[in-house]
């Protein structure tokens, strides 16, 4: 296994996860080709030296799972760095084999390598087995989190 960038070439499989489950299924759209939004997305991502879109592929470079890492320099804290983890996802035939827990260490370890110091993610409420999964794996809810859709 091994996490690197995604291509360009992967968008619709990395959408294909994201919309596999109960909230991406209402929020994300699957067509051929792929909305011009996620193209643009996926472009700016790319280009900018704080985002990394990854995935964790296998020896037959089949995608098992994504992740995207956003860098962010922090006055508070000293000055600190940190890395934010967003659309964390691993195929739901793969899931319980320990790949997520693995792909997340690999994260973890990348932003270790980009000098962070904290590491934080967010996680919809709904997803009652991915907030179980991100304690079991180390992760400690701290924060009650806000939004506001504009």
């Excluded at 209402?26 to 790319?46: M, N, Q």
């Excluded at 899931?95 to 260490?105: A, D, F, I, N, V």
């Amino acid at each position: 296994m091994k996490l690197r960038k995604a291509k360009k070439e992967e968008l619709f499989r990395i959408i294909e996860l994201y919309a596999d489950d109960v909230l991406g299924q209402s929020r994300e759209t699957l067509s051929d080709p792929l909305d011009e939004g996620y193209v643009k997305a996926f472009d700016s991502i790319d280009r900018n030296p704080q985002q990394e879109l990854l995935v964790l592929v296998d020896d037959n470079n089949l995608i098992l799972g994504t992740l995207q890492i956003t860098y962010v320099q922090y006055l508070n804290r000293m000055g600190s760095k940190r890395a934010i983890f967003e659309a964390v996802r691993i195929d739901k035939n793969h899931r319980g084999k320990g790949l997520g827990e693995m792909m997340c260490k690999l994260a973890i370890n990348r932003a270790k390598e980009n000098g962070v110091k904290f590491v934080q993610l967010f996680s919809d409420k709904q997803r009652t087995d991915a907030l179980r999964f991100y304690q079991k794996i180390g992760f400690t809810p701290s924060h009650e989190g806000f939004k506001m859709n504009l």
